[in-house]
């Protein structure tokens, strides 16, 4: 490991970029550059070399294990040292602290900009002083930034797992050592490696603090979390955002109370209802043309329209208070719509103290300027209206920061009726395990330190401009397929946007760099057709640029099946046929997520991939070719069909069986809620439930919620009614039975319903 130190203090194990025109080159300078080197190399410090400002930018970029940059001032250009400047820039544009030394003399150095000197930690006299001497320098500068580099609870448990003591304490691995006793042990310690086991560590290890009361290196790194992404406190979870949210609504809300939901919620959200005993009073969210759940319009956040969803919810009668007291919103949403979160607090802030923002796929927001007050912790904390609610975000930091799964963090900003932070703990010790794993921990912490400084703008422009140059390509080759009058997919984004000169251009066309820093190009406009979404607020909403969403050709803009049309569960079978794995499928459209773990040129093979696709359709590839799981999983239903077949085929069976008209008719209703999800859950509890196929659940009321996955939003909540056999909501569930019975392997997973032989069996409550 680069950031490990070796029992020998004196060595380093480390990398250096050395920028100079004379690198191993035979002349004097060469020479005392060769001679450093050697010194350095004695310090086990490696030493990467360049010899102009393009190389050196390119190897800044590729290799994340430099850590010092040695630059020749006159780099390239000695009259206006542009190229230096710029390796400098390059450097700082990702990092503060990276030590950076100027090769000059004292006659240039004194010439050299202020800025410049600001960004500059030292200067190399190289012939004036020895290798030796400047090599010691370099060292003691390398020393310094590493002692600052890691965030407090992973310095911490480094410097634990180094110790090699007796251990009389769980894991009963004991550092990984208990592995190594058998076969089978020594495989897994040799696949996950030393350190990992080394780490593994118990609860009652002092040193590193406890993760329930909040103490020593483990207190220390939430509390540096919480300065990074701007919150009064950070709670680290070990449990995913799932727990998060459930301890969130625990500590917000209790029996009897009124909470406003969000309908288009997570799950543990439902969960979090459920166990605290709430009375959920829920905000419709819109969806469009193509099934894709848009925001709640901001008429539906006023405090009238509060009072009138109160007022008609048909629990209101339990409840012991009828004013909300808290709400839930998730941003963004799973497509990447994100809200004007001031906004938000503006019109929520009237009828509720508390707000709380699921941004489980969200963590990134507060490092890039395009994201500007449409997150939860969004501008300076000491700077907050403490008038406005208390303001509660979860983030999932395994999803789209870099961390463990399961790994996600807690962020609070205290307002109006805030919950003390003792307080808050108590809810939060219910639901965490008193052995939280160590390296998940330090994922939170080396994910926020990840973040810190200008590490998440760099990390964060690098994602959004991939995602850019992606959309670009893409929307250049549909119009020129277009052109053709041949078909290709698309990506859901804006037609035209106004670019730096005022103009309206089509969006390929536009400025790459413009495109990444300015929100106006992604905010949805009142009435434009691309979004769907009606004529909400201007400047409500916002396209996140990094959830980037394919579709397929099928459906119009009125929300009407075209003549033909190509179904994108087949187009995600494809690509996962060459190892390409999608994030969310629907009926035409196909999600992608450009993380900052995303590589430069990775979408590449995503391209040709698609165009392959092309290919294979218009010439009705053989499925034994193209898909040959689906093949071996049914051979007799798709025995000598092509993929054009298939599209064709299935196309025809969605619009018969109205798949997405429904989805839109089934999620546009709120079901009426016979009980709260609480009493029934207690009655599943005593078993006081049975099982039925659709016709039989006709009106009866649901003992466990059903969550169509993807993107796993409940379509009934547990106490709610199904409604009549020809409604919305069993209508829907009817369609997707007969979908997967005429369609094996393409399946639809459905969280709450059991397929028996090819029927959808739901738990209802005993009469």
């Not at 005429?742 to 069996?761: A, L, M, Q, T």
Request: glycine share 8%; hydrophobic share 40%; net charge negative.
């Amino acid at each position: 490991m680069i950031l490990s130190t070796d029992q020998n203090p004196a060595r380093l194990g480390m990398k250096i970029l050395l920028v100079h025109e004379e690198y191993h080159h035979g002349s004097i300078a060469g020479r005392l550059l060769s001679k450093l080197e050697g010194q350095l190399e004695d310090f086990d410090i490696a030493i990467l070399g360049a010899e102009s400002a393009q190389d050196a930018i390119l190897m800044l970029d590729s290799d994340a294990e430099i850590q010092a940059l040695l630059l020749d001032w006159d780099l390239d250009d000695k009259m206006s040292h542009q190229p230096a400047m710029n390796v400098i820039q390059a450097v700082r544009a990702r990092t503060e602290q990276m030590p950076i030394f100027l090769f000059t003399d004292r006659e240039n150095a004194a010439q050299i900009p202020v800025n410049i000197l600001a960004d500059v930690n030292d200067f190399i006299w190289l012939f004036e002083d020895t290798a030796d001497f400047i090599a010691g320098r370099i060292v003691a500068a390398l020393r310094r930034y590493r002692s600052q580099l890691l965030p407090p609870m992973f310095n911490a448990l480094c410097q634990f797992s180094r110790v090699h003591e007796y251990s009389w304490h769980t894991p009963g691995h004991t550092g990984g050592t208990a592995f190594l006793k058998t076969t089978v042990g020594r495989s897994y310690f040799d696949f996950f490696g030393e350190n990992l086991l080394r780490s593994d560590l118990s609860i009652s290890v002092g040193e590193l603090g406890s993760l329930l009361d909040h103490s020593g290196p483990i207190g220390e790194g939430e509390d540096f979390a919480a300065k990074v992404f701007g919150s009064d406190y950070t709670f680290c979870v070990t449990n995913g955002s799932s727990m998060s949210n459930r301890v969130i609504m625990m500590a917000a809300v209790a029996r009897g109370q009124v909470a406003m939901c969000d309908r288009n919620a997570h799950k543990s959200i439902e969960h979090a209802i459920t166990m605290s005993g709430a009375i959920p009073t829920y905000m419709l969210t819109t969806r469009n043309y193509y099934g894709i759940i848009g925001p709640i319009p901001p008429e539906r956040m006023t405090k009238e329209a509060i009072a009138r969803s109160v007022a008609e919810n048909p629990l209101i009668g339990q409840a012991t208070d009828k004013n909300p007291v808290s709400a839930t919103v998730t941003n963004s949403t799973y497509d990447g719509l994100c809200y004007n979160v001031e906004r938000v607090e503006q019109l929520l802030g009237q009828s509720v103290d508390r707000l709380h923002f699921d941004e489980a796929w969200y963590g990134y927001a507060r490092f890039n300027p395009i994201y500007a007050k449409r997150f939860a912790m969004h501008g300076d904390p000491k700077k907050r209206d403490r008038n406005l609610p208390t303001v509660f975000a979860t983030q999932s930091t395994h999803k789209l920061l870099a961390a463990l799964s399961q790994a996600s963090m807690i962020h609070v900003r205290e307002g109006r009726r805030p919950i003390s932070k003792h307080r808050f703990n108590e809810t939060y010790m219910m639901h965490a395990s008193t052995s939280p794993n160590y390296a998940i921990i330090a994922s939170n912490d080396v994910s926020a330190g990840m973040m810190a400084g200008n590490g998440g703008k760099y990390l964060t422009d690098e994602s959004i401009h991939e995602a850019v140059a992606f959309r670009k390509l893409m929307a250049r080759v549909h119009s020129d397929m277009a052109a053709k009058g041949e078909w290709f997919v698309n990506v859901w984004q804006p037609d035209n946007v106004v670019d730096q000169n005022g103009k309206t251009v089509p969006f390929w066309q536009a400025d790459e760099k413009w495109l990444a820093e300015n929100a106006s190009c992604w905010t949805l406009k009142p009435g434009d057709e691309w979004h769907g979404f009606g004529n909400l607020e201007d400047n409500w909403c916002m396209l996140d640029p990094i959830k980037v969403t394919v579709t397929t050709p099928g459906m119009n803009r009125e929300g009407k099946l075209e003549e033909w049309g190509i179904p994108a569960s087949v187009l995600s079978a494809y690509l996962d046929n060459v190892g390409i794995v999608v994030e969310k499928t629907q009926d035409f459209t196909i999600l992608f997520l450009f993380s900052i773990g995303i590589t430069r040129g990775k979408w590449g093979t995503l391209v040709n991939t698609l165009l392959r696709f092309k290919e294979d359709y218009d010439r009705n590839a053989p499925l034994e070719e193209v898909l040959p799981a689906i093949i071996n999983a049914a051979p007799d239903r798709y025995a000598n069909m092509g993929l054009a077949d298939l599209c064709k085929e299935m196309f025809a069976a969605m619009k018969e069986l109205k798949t997405t008209r429904l989805l839109q008719d089934a999620f546009s209703v709120l079901p009426v809620a016979d009980m709260t999800p609480q009493a029934a859950y207690e009655r599943l509890v005593r078993d006081e439930v049975e099982q039925v196929n659709l016709e039989q659940c006709a009106n009866r009321t649901l003992a466990t919620g059903i969550v169509p996955y993807p993107p796993g939003i409940p379509l009934l909540m547990p106490g709610e009614n199904a409604g009549p056999s020809d409604g919305p909501l069993l209508g829907y569930l009817k369609a997707l039975e007969s979908f997967d019975q005429r369609f094996p392997s393409f399946g639809h997973d459905n969280h709450g319903v059991e397929n028996v032989n090819g029927k959808y069996i739901v738990s209802v409550l005993k009469k």
